[in-house]
């Protein structure tokens, strides 16, 4: 797959499992709800991509359907915070799995 065709698909994916209630929360524009779902996949993809180089297992697909039950959870977390609960489900499962 390419960057794009990548940058999509977990975009869709965060932003299906999120959710119109937790991506329209307060005042976020449509605008404002599709760079948070790119920033999401965006950065799924950049520590995809930095793992695979260091040789670590990374889960990009659990990446961001976990920020998105964060987001679900927390309808104004912060992306740091979003970032943050992926990160944990990709550890968690890469633990399992050793």
Do not use: P, W
């Amino acid at each position: 797959m390419t960057y794009a065709e990548d940058l999509a698909r977990y975009a869709a994916i965060f932003a299906a499992d999120a959710g119109t209630d937790a991506l329209y929360y307060g005042d976020r524009y449509t605008d404002e709800m599709a760079d948070l779902c790119v920033a999401v996949a965006s950065e799924a993809i950049t520590r995809r991509n930095m793992a695979n180089l260091a040789g670590k297992d990374f889960y990009a697909c659990a990446f961001v359907e976990q920020a998105a039950n964060a987001l679900n959870q927390c309808h104004a977390a912060t992306l740091a915070q979003l970032f943050d609960a992926g990160q944990q489900e990709s550890d968690n499962i890469a633990r399992k799995g050793n």
